[in-house]
């Protein structure tokens, strides 16, 4: 069964930047649409941003302008450019196919704190 393994988060301070990765075990990778979720403490998980297999992307009101998804099918990999990072935005950050779920992986934490 297909598998994303998502990587990247950190520590970083108001206004910083971090790029996630998420990387696919399925050869069929590039025919899925692929989104960034993220479940903040104490909240639903919810979708942030979402890239097609042509590249279409589609993003929340909240990070638009701030951040950017980009993917690379030879690599089976989705990428998250996150800029100007607020408290907000901490969160454990997830990748899946919102068009069929599947397992989650086990996500990675991006912490925005001075």
């Known amino acids: 069964q297909a598998q994303f393994v998502e990587s990247g988060g950190g520590l970083v301070q108001p206004g910083g930047s971090l790029r996630l990765s998420c990387t696919a075990s399925?050869?069929?990778?590039?025919?899925?649409?692929i989104g960034w979720y993220r479940q903040a403490p104490g909240k639903q998980r919810e979708l942030v941003v979402s890239?097609?297999?042509?590249?279409?992307?589609n993003y929340v009101n909240d990070v638009k302008g701030r951040f950017t998804i980009s993917r690379d099918n030879a690599k089976n990999t989705v990428y998250l450019q996150m800029n100007s990072l607020k408290p907000d935005d901490t969160a454990v950050y997830y990748c899946?196919?919102?068009?069929?779920?599947?397992?989650w992986g086990q996500g990675t934490q991006v912490t925005v704190s001075s």
């Open positions: 399925d050869r069929q990778f590039s025919r899925y649409a």
């Open positions: 890239i097609t297999g042509g590249g279409f992307s």
């Open positions: 899946n196919c919102p068009e069929d779920l599947i397992p």
